[in-house]
C-alpha cells in the first residue's frame, strides 16, 4: 500500500509543481522555460524605461548551435566574455550549446524563442546552406539578425609536391578529367567546405556535377592530403596556416577578395589574382530570435560594434585569425538575402536543394 | 507455430528488417558518389532478414538460468512499471518544473516507493543531492541545467 | 636547439613549483569532471579555456592536459562501482570491473583500474617522449582504405565477444550497426532514418546508449533484487588488496596495451573508446581461459583500462608535432592553444620548446599524482555499494539521466535512454550479448564512412583495398581472425 502511496504523493507533488511552471512560462510566451521561469515581472520589464531606450532586465542567454569548442562556440564564448570583462553589457551572459546537425537543432530551439529579448545565438553561412539542403526547417528568415562581428576566408591547399604550381593548373586538369583530382573537406556535401570549392570551380568553367568530393570528420581532411588519399583539401585558412609554415602544404588560392595580412598569411594568392573572379567569406555574427523588440536590436546592434571596436576583442580576433567585418542589422539581413540567392543557384544547378 | 521465444523474437525482427529496408529504399539518391547512402543499410538490412529467418527456426536451447530470467513475479513487473513511470514523469517534467525539484521528488519517491523506509536520511539525500549537484554544474562549470519555476 | 634540451626545458617548466601546481589543479579537476556523469574531457577543457586566457601558455596547456587524462583516469569509477560509464572510454572497462565489484571485490577493481590507468599513462608517456617527433608520419599514414580494413579488424571480433548463440550475437551487431546509420549521412547529406525529426539528424550519442544498455538495463535487475545487498561484506568491498599473483596477471596486458593503446591513439578518429574496446578483445583473444572475460576478470578490466589512457598520450603525438586534432578532445585543446596565441603544429617543437616538452613532462608528474589522489580515496568510494538498494537505484538513475542531459541538453534525449534502457533489458532477458551491438555502433559508422570514401576516391574501384600496405596487412589479419576462432571451434568439437 506504502508504493501506492509514494506514487500517488508523487503525482500529486508533480502536478502542482506543473501547474506552478506553467502559469510562468505561458505569460512569457514560451513553454521552454530554461533559463526563464522568474516570470511575469521581468517579462513585462522588457520593453523597460519610458524614454523608449531598451536594456536588458535579466540575464542574456548566447546559443551556440554547436558543440564546445567549435568555430561557433569560441566565438559566442569569447563575445559574451569581452563583452563583460569590458564592461560592455552588465547583466551576465551565458553560453548555452545545443549541438547537431549542423545548427539545426539549435535554430528549433531559436524558433521556439520567438519574441524573446533575452536570448542571441551565433550563426554563419551553414545558417543559409542548411536550410537549402533541406536538412533544416529554419532558417535566416526567420530569426533577426542583429550584427555580423567577424569573418574568415577559404583556402585551397594541396601537398607540397603536388603537380599544380596554382589554381588555373588544377582547374585545366579538372576540365579535362574531372574524375582524377578528390576535393576533401570536413563537412557533408553542399555544405560550406564543398561549396567554396565549386563557386570558384565554376568561375573557372569546371563541370561542378563531376566534382568528386569527399567529407572527413575529425581533421582527416588534412590527413587524407598529407598522405595522398585525396588532392585538395577546401578549408579555413587558419586551419591550414601552420603546415604551410611548416612546408607540408601548399596553398593554391585563398578565398578573400585581397591577399591578407600576417607572415604566413600574405604569401597565399588569391583566386582573383589568378583570373578567376570570385569570393567567398565565412561571415560569423549574432542573431536574435524572429519578433524581437526593434529597440532591443537597437541596443544589440550597439553593444556588439562595441565589442567589434574594442582593443580587447582584436585580440581575440589576432588569436584566432579572425578577420574584422562588422555589419549592423539592416545591411547584414540584405547581405544575407543576396548571398543565400547565390548559393541557391549553385545548389540548384547541383540539384541538392530540397 | 509461435512456440518457442526463438520463433516470436524471429518474427519480430523480421518484420524490423523489413520495415528497415523498406526505408532504406525510400533514401533519396545523390548523383555524385560511387556508393550511395543507402548501400549500406541496404546490406544490414538484408542481412538481419536472413538472420532472422535463421533465429526463426533455432531451436530453443536456453540453459535453465535463462529461462529463470525471463519469469519475473508479478510483484517485480510492477516495481519495474512503477519505476519506469517515474522516470516518463520526471522527463516529462524535467526543463518544466526544473532540475532541483524533479530530482529531489524523484529520488525520494523512487527510493520510498522501492522500499527504502527511512524517511528522514532519504529525504535529507534527496535534497543534498540534486542541489550539490545542481551547484557544481551551474556555478562551478557554468553548465545550465533547467532551473524552472525555482528562481535560482 | 636539440631534442635533449628541449626535453630538459621541458623538464624546468613541469618541475617549477607553479608548473607541478597547476598539474595538481589539472588532474584533480580532471578526475572529479570524469567521475561525474556525462561530462568527459571536451566539456572539462571547454570549461576551462575562459580560466586560462592571459596566463603563461605553457603552464595553461599543462594544465588542460591534466584535466585531459585525469578525466579519462576518473572516468573508470562510475563504469566499475555503477556500470554507468562516466566518459566513453570507459565503456569497455565496465565488462569486468562491475563483476568484480559485484562479488564484493570493488576495491580491488578500482585499484587494478588506477594501477592500470597510471602504467598506461606512464609507459605511454615515455613512448610520446621518445618517438613523438619520428611518429608525426604514422599518424597520417593511414588513408580511408587503412581505416576501413581497421575497422573490419575489430569487427571481426564481434564473434569472440560473445557467448552462447553466434546467431543472436551477429543480431545484435548488426542492430547496433543500423542504429548508427541514423543521422546525416556525411558523404551525401541525406538524412537517413531520422523520422523527419531534428533531434535524429546528429544521429544517436554513444553514451546515450551505452548508458541505456548498461547503466539502466542493470538497474532493472537491481530493482528486481533490491532487497538483497550486494556481494561481500561493508569491509571488504573498500579493500585494496592486490596479491602477487593478481600482480602478475596484470602485468602482461599493462605491458601489452600501452604500447597497442598508445599507437591506436595516435591515429586521427580512433581514441580512447575504439583503443579500449579494441584491447579488450586483443586480450580476450590471448588469453587461455578467455570464459573468465565478462565475469570480472582481472585481464579483462587491465587491459581497458591501461588501452585508453595510452591512447590518451597517443593522442597528443599528432595534435603537438602536427598541429592535427584527431578527437573531438584535442580539437578542444587546439581551440585552447589559439586562444593563449600559440599556433600548433608541425613548427610548435622548434618554436616553442618548452610548450611541447613541457605539456609532455608534465604528464609524468600528472600521473603520479592521479594516483596518489585515486588510491586513498578508494575505500571511501567503494562505499557507495553499501548505500542501500533502493537510494542506490534512484542515485544510479539520476547519474544517467544529467550524464545524458549534460551532452546534449535535449530532453528527447532522455526518452532515448530510457529506450535503449528496455531495449537492454529486454536483451539480456533473451540472451542477447550486449557487447556487440555497443561495438559495432561505434566501430560500425566509422567503417561506413571510411569505405564510401575509398571508393569515392577510387571512382569506384575495389582494387583501392589491395593497393596500400597498410590496409592489405589489416584485411589479412581480419581474415585471420575470422577463421581462427571457426577453425577452433571445429577443432574442439572433433576432440568432444
Redesign the interface.
Known sequence: M??IL??T???M??LF??A???D??SEEGN?????E??GSEEASGDSGDSNGAWTPSESI?IVAPA????GW??TA?MAA?TMTEEGIIEQDM?V???????G??GW?YMAEKAGSNHNLFVSSSPILLVPL?G???YGHEDFTPIANVIAGYGAFAVAKDAKWDNLNELFEDMKEDP?SV?VVGT?????MDHIQFVRFAKAAGVDI????????????G???V?????DVYSTGV?EI???V??D?LRVLAVTSEERLDGEVLSTFPTAKEQGIDETFVNWRGFFGPNDMDPAAVKFYEKKFKELSDSEAFADIRA???WNEMYMGSEEYKEFLDKEKQNLKEILDE???TK | MLKGVNRKIGLILFLLSAGYLYMSFQLPTYPYIPVDADAVPKALGWVLLVLSIALFFTKDNDTEEQKAKRHIPKKDVMALLGVLGLLIIYIFLFEIVGFILMTTLFVFFCSWFLGYKKHWVNAIVSIVFPVFLYSIFVFLLQINLPQGILPI | MGAIDGILTGFEVAFSWQGIMFVLLGVFVGTFIGMLPGLGPISAIAIMIPITYGMDPSLALVMMAGVYYGAVFGGSTSSILLNAPGISGTVASSFDGYPMAQQGKAGKALAIAAISSFAGGTISVILLMIFAPMLASVAVSFGPPAYFALMLLGLTAISSLSEGSTIKALISAVVGFMIATIGIDPQTGTARFTFDSANLLDGIDFLVIALGLFAIAEVCYLVMNRHKSMGGSGKDIGSLKITKDDAKEMSGPIGRHSILGFILGILPGAGATIASFISYITEKRMSKNPEEFGKGSIKGLAAPETSNNAATSGAFVPLLSLGIPGSGTTAVMLGAFLVLGLQPGPMLMGDRPEVFWGIIASMYIGNVFLLILNLPLIPYIARILTIPRPMLISLVLMFSLIGVYAISFSVFDLYLLVAFGVLGYLMRMFAFPAPPFILAFILGGMMEQSFRQSMTISNGQLSIFFESNIALSLIALSVLSFAFPIVKNLRGKKKA
Do not use: H, W
Open positions: 506504502k508504493k509514494a506514487l504523493m508523487f503525482a507533488l508533480v509543481l506543473a506552478c511552471g506553467g510562468d512560462s513553454t521552454d522555460s530554461e533559463s521561469g522568474n542567454e558543440g564546445a569548442g567549435g562556440d569560441t564564448r566574455q551565458g548555452v550549446n545545443k549541438e547537431g546537425a549542423g539545426a537543432i528549433a539542403n536538412q533544416s526547417e574524375q578528390t563537412s557533408s556535401p553542399g555544405s556535377t563531376k566534382i568528386k568530393y569527399v567529407s572527413a570528420p575529425d581533421a582527416g588534412v590527413t587524407q598529407l598522405n595522398g588519399s585525396a587558419s596556416a601552420e603546415q609554415r611548416a607540408k588569436n584566432y585569425g547541383l540539384g541538392l
